[in-house]
């Protein structure tokens, strides 16, 4: 059973920093990406940032330059850098994983976390 745990959430005045982790625990045959989404209250779950085995990673307009997405492929993690932040970024955080996860899938599983609260005060 593939879990996603998100850590590093917490309240920080704007300007400030945060590193956010999830770390995946289980077994799949191959990962696609893993990835960031977040929701804040009231508004629809967005994209954040992606990364690709091969290291590649996109960023939403809104987060590019200020937030660096990294993995850690021998630990099964991947953080989020998150730099000067703004009250617009306070949602709260989740961690997925796109995986093919036996060799019958013609497609791949996306699992998600639970969520950690991020919350930037003007």
């Known amino acids: 059973q593939v879990q996603l745990e998100e850590s590093g959430g917490d309240l920080v005045q704007a300007g400030g920093s945060l590193a956010l982790s999830c770390a995946m625990s289980?077994?799949?045959?191959?990962?696609?990406?893993m990835g960031w989404y977040r929701q804040a209250p009231g508004k629809q779950r967005e994209f954040v940032a992606s990364?690709?085995?091969?290291?590649?990673?996109v960023y939403a307009d809104s987060v590019k330059g200020r937030f660096t997405m990294s993995r850690d492929n021998a630990l099964n993690m991947v953080y989020l850098q998150m730099n000067t932040l703004r009250p617009e970024d306070t949602a709260a955080y989740y961690c997925?994983?796109?995986?093919?996860?036996?060799?019958?899938?013609?497609?791949?599983?996306?699992?998600w976390g639970r969520g950690t609260q991020v919350t930037v005060s003007s």
């Open positions: 997925t994983l796109s995986a093919y996860i036996d060799y019958k899938s013609s497609r791949p599983t996306v699992y």
């Open positions: 289980g077994s799949v045959i191959s990962i696609v990406s």
């Open positions: 990364i690709t085995t091969d290291g590649t990673t």
